[in-house]
């Protein structure tokens, strides 16, 4: 829902952002995103990668979106790295 009004921005299926001000927030998937995106078989090991990963690909895509200039490189990032 909060995708849908906006609130939300999906860098990858495991990563979004919030803006406030000049700044982007960083903030894994909700339990949500990881139901839908891991699969039963995938516990433990297997689950930490993919969530690693699709950390990763957000991360990535936050840059190749800054680059792009869809994003200015002069906002703060916030983001705690609980999720590593």
């Known amino acids: 829902m909060y995708s849908r009004i906006g609130r939300f921005t999906y860098l990858s299926p495991l990563l979004i952002y919030t803006e406030s001000n ?28 993919k969530v690693l990963k699709g950390i990763l690909d957000g991360l990535n895509e936050l840059c190749n979106r800054t680059q792009d200039g869809e994003l200015e ?11 590593f």
């Open 22 to 49: 000049r700044e982007l927030h960083l903030h894994v998937g909700s339990i949500y995103d990881y139901l839908i995106n891991i699969e039963r078989h995938e516990y433990g090991h297997k689950a930490q990668l």
């Open 73 to 83: 490189p002069e906002r703060a990032i916030i983001a705690t790295s609980y999720f």
